[in-house]
Antibody, heavy 123, light 103 residues
Framework: QVQLQESGPGLVKPSQTLSLTCTVS??????????WSWIRQHPGKGLEWIGY???????YYNPSLKSRVTISVDTSKNQFSLKLSSVTAADTAVYYC???????????????WGQGTLVTVSS | DIQLTQSPSFLSASVGDRVTITCRAS??????LAWYQQKPGKAPKLLIY???TLQSGVPSRFSGSGSGTEFTLTISSLQPEDFATYYC?????FGQGTKLEIK
């Protein structure tokens, strides 16, 4: 069964770049039909989709974050990564990676999810 | 962008109760909706996809229905482990969540 695990610094300084990696185990990131996703949750708040990537490298980003987000994939390591530039305190959140399953391009859901990692932006 | 609005935002209920959570979409989305359960400190867990298909391993007391712009998640008989926050989702949009608390 596929499992996802986030890793990266838990503390980032303002104006710097947040970098996280998600390692996929139990399955290949190169399997078709899946989009590898990042989602975040501000403390005590709801869920915000950040973006996702296909194993080929095609990316789709939330328009509200697009100017600061880069998602990349390393199929040799079965990993995908998130970079969020010019962070502020407003980027403090729990960051989740998840597999997006899509059928016919419209029926879609996220499963499974990583356990999440808290990233705090503070000097 | 599609907006998803859940109601209620907070729900107080007792063990054994039947509860229903509604998710309304700002435009028609056919049956392309998923539901998640999130407990404190944990990642969301998929319950239902395609509006009414129960994810493997999810208890049958959970059910989903609806199409177009209005969807419901029903728990037929609340169990202690069901007290959590529930979210609906379509594409990159999530509802704001419904927190289900013990009365």
């Amino acid at each position: 069964q596929v499992q996802l695990q986030e890793s990266g610094p838990g503390l980032v300084k303002p104006s710097q770049t947040l970098s996280l990696t998600c390692t996929v185990s139990g399955g290949s990131i190169s399997s078709g039909g899946y989009y590898w996703s990042w989602i975040r949750q501000h403390p005590g708040k709801g869920l915000e989709w950040i973006g996702y990537i296909y194993y080929s490298g095609s990316t789709y980003y939330n328009p509200s974050l697009k100017s600061r987000v880069t998602i990349s994939v390393d199929t040799s390591k079965n990993q995908f990564s998130l970079k969020l530039s010019s962070v502020t305190a407003a980027d403090t959140a729990v960051y989740y990676c998840a597999r997006r399953i899509t059928i016919f391009g419209v029926v879609n859901w996220f499963d499974p999810w990583g356990q999440g990692t808290l990233v705090t932006v503070s000097s | 962008d599609i907006q998803l609005t859940q109601s209620p935002s907070f729900l107080s209920a007792s063990v054994g109760d039947r509860v229903t959570i509604t998710c309304r979409a700002s435009q028609g989305i056919s049956s392309y909706l998923a539901w998640y359960q999130q407990k404190p400190g944990k990642a969301p867990k998929l319950l239902i996809y395609a509006a009414s298909t129960l994810q493997s391993g999810v208890p049958s007391r959970f059910s989903g229905s609806g199409s177009g712009t209005e969807f419901t998640l029903t728990i037929s008989s609340l169990q202690p482990e069901d007290f959590a926050t529930y979210y609906c989702q379509q594409l990159g949009s999530f509802g704001q969540g419904t927190k289900l608390e013990i009365k």
